[in-house]
């Protein structure tokens, strides 16, 4: 019954930006710590950052400074702002649930140069 679900990716040139979304059903994202990762092709899954029950973010070395993570509770989502984009963040991003590891389904963000 916990389903998160990503949106927001697409095509962007470099030195651009997104928002992506993830909405979460099934639990409250208050009182739930969520992480976005990412995974680019050959690679494994890394942690871009998270966000905790209290608010508090931490970013991955490689994007601080450019992505930021924030929530609105009224509609239940996190969001990931990228900004300043770079052909090596081109990946599918994911938001998982950290308490349970549950992941949604990922969105592909593809940064030209």
């Known amino acids: 019954q916990v389903q998160l679900v990503e949106a927001g990716g697409g095509l962007v040139q470099a030195g651009g930006s997104l928002r992506l979304s993830c909405v979460a059903s099934?639990?409250?994202?208050?009182?739930?710590?969520i992480g976005w990762y990412r995974q680019a092709p050959g690679k494994q899954r890394e942690l871009v950052g998270v966000i905790t029950t209290d608010g508090s973010t931490n970013y991955a070395d490689s994007v601080k400074g450019r992505f930021t993570i924030s929530r609105d509770n009224a509609k239940n989502t996190v969001y990931l702002q990228m900004n300043s984009l770079k052909s090596e963040d081109t990946a599918v991003y994911y938001c998982?649930?950290?308490?349970?590891?549950?992941w949604g389904q990922g969105t592909q963000v593809t940064v030209s140069s």
């Open positions: 099934g639990c409250t994202i208050r009182v739930t710590g």
């Open positions: 998982n649930i950290l308490k349970t590891g549950q």
